[in-house]
């Protein structure tokens, strides 16, 4: 028996063979298109890239349900003593409230197994960050409360940037937050918007005219706040490899990585912010 499996959702953005490598389940979100339900991972890629390119018509996406989580929960148990989950954030998603009344049922019928759900206050590269130090303290030996002390550590210290081509989509799906004007402003003058995530919620940082000057102005704000720290950096891309290597190559000749992983963008992604999005999580060792 383990001491601790770690879950965490699709909204990771986290490739299935660096999940299975270091033992994290995915709970899917589902996508909802032409009145059928899809779980993210069965979505043809390239259809939801035509379809979301036209800009009509969009799918949407929701949340697992209690039951999902239920089930997830009750097959984690049985080669663990405790679990937990690691939630997208509850402000732009209601999957962390889903997961917490899973908890309630699973405590009646799986008595003997301790479960957390941590809202990451996060999304994509940074929940996935979080979720793989989660994991690796859990092989560590780490029991729940020290892995729980790492994650909450973590949330606080995880930088979580990310830059779609267009914020249409952002406000077409309700997930805008702050950067409201923004999305607005955008539909009238040429800009590219660099986007953080924090405390939960999108809040605007810079406007930009090229792709070039977003990533230049990532890795400066990465030199701000890490300084001559070692470095850990998960990136997303959605059909942008050439952006994706560039922002690798710019991070690698500037700082010590710890770690550096490249995901490409799944379905719950794409639905929400289109072709071409850069995303970019990192945080300092020590």
């Given at each position: 028996?383990?001491?601790?499996?770690?879950?965490?959702?699709?909204?990771?953005?986290?490739?299935?063979?660096?999940?299975?490598?270091?033992?994290?389940?995915?709970?899917?979100?589902h996508i909802l298109m032409d009145d059928k339900d899809y779980l993210d991972t069965e979505v043809d890629m390239?259809?939801?890239?035509?379809?979301?390119?036209?800009?009509?018509?969009?799918?949407?996406?929701?949340?697992?349900?209690?039951?999902?989580?239920?089930?997830?929960?009750?097959?984690?148990?049985?080669?663990?003593?405790?679990?937990?989950?690691?939630?997208?954030?509850?402000?732009?998603?209601?999957?962390y409230d889903a997961a917490l009344q899973s908890k309630k049922i699973a405590q009646k019928e799986l008595p003997?197994?301790?479960?957390?759900?941590?809202?990451?206050?996060?999304?994509?590269?940074?929940?996935?960050?979080?979720?793989?130090?989660?994991?690796?303290?859990?092989?560590?030996?780490?029991?729940?409360?020290?892995?729980?002390?790492?994650?909450?550590?973590?949330?606080?210290?995880?930088?979580?940037?990310?830059?779609?081509?267009?914020?249409?989509?952002?406000?077409?799906?309700?997930?805008?937050?702050?950067?409201?004007?923004?999305?607005?402003?955008?539909?009238?003058?040429?800009?590219?918007?660099?986007?953080?995530?924090?405390?939960?919620?999108?809040?605007?940082?810079?406007?930009?005219?090229?792709?070039?000057?977003?990533?230049?102005?990532?890795?400066?704000?990465?030199?701000?706040?890490?300084?001559?720290?070692?470095?850990?950096?998960?990136?997303?891309?959605?059909?942008?490899?050439?952006?994706?290597?560039?922002?690798?190559?710019?991070?690698?000749?500037?700082?010590?990585?710890?770690?550096?992983?490249?995901?490409?963008?799944?379905?719950?992604?794409?639905?929400?912010?289109?072709?071409?999005?850069?995303?970019?999580?990192?945080?300092?060792?020590?």
């Amino acid at each position: 028996m383990r001491k601790v499996a770690v879950m965490t959702d699709t909204g990771s953005n986290m490739a299935q063979e660096i999940a299975r490598k270091f033992g994290i389940k995915l709970i899917p979100f589902h996508i909802l298109m032409d009145d059928k339900d899809y779980l993210d991972t069965e979505v043809d890629m390239e259809g939801l890239y035509a379809r979301v390119a036209k800009k009509e018509n969009l799918p949407t996406t929701s949340f697992a349900s209690p039951k999902e989580f239920l089930q997830a929960y009750q097959e984690l148990s049985q080669n663990a003593e405790t679990v937990i989950h690691i939630s997208v954030t509850a402000g732009m998603s209601g999957g962390y409230d889903a997961a917490l009344q899973s908890k309630k049922i699973a405590q009646k019928e799986l008595p003997k197994t301790t479960i957390e759900v941590i809202d990451s206050h996060s999304a994509g590269s940074g929940l996935a960050l979080i979720a793989l130090a989660a994991a690796k303290a859990a092989k560590q030996g780490k029991n729940i409360e020290e892995v729980v002390e790492q994650v909450n550590y973590l949330i606080q210290r995880i930088t979580h940037l990310t830059a779609p081509d267009t914020l249409f989509y952002l406000d077409e799906g309700g997930r805008i937050c702050q950067a409201k004007s923004w999305a607005e402003a955008q539909q009238v003058s040429s800009f590219r918007a660099l986007l953080e995530i924090a405390e939960g919620v999108i809040k605007p940082v810079a406007r930009v005219k090229t792709k070039t000057e977003i990533l230049e102005k990532m890795v400066s704000i990465a030199k701000e706040r890490v300084g001559n720290k070692k470095i850990h950096v998960a990136m997303t891309h959605n059909k942008a490899p050439q952006q994706a290597e560039e922002l690798k190559k710019m991070l690698l000749s500037q700082f010590h990585c710890e770690e550096l992983y490249v995901f490409k963008g799944l379905p719950m992604t794409v639905v929400h912010t289109g072709q071409g999005l850069i995303d970019f999580g990192f945080y300092s060792s020590g």
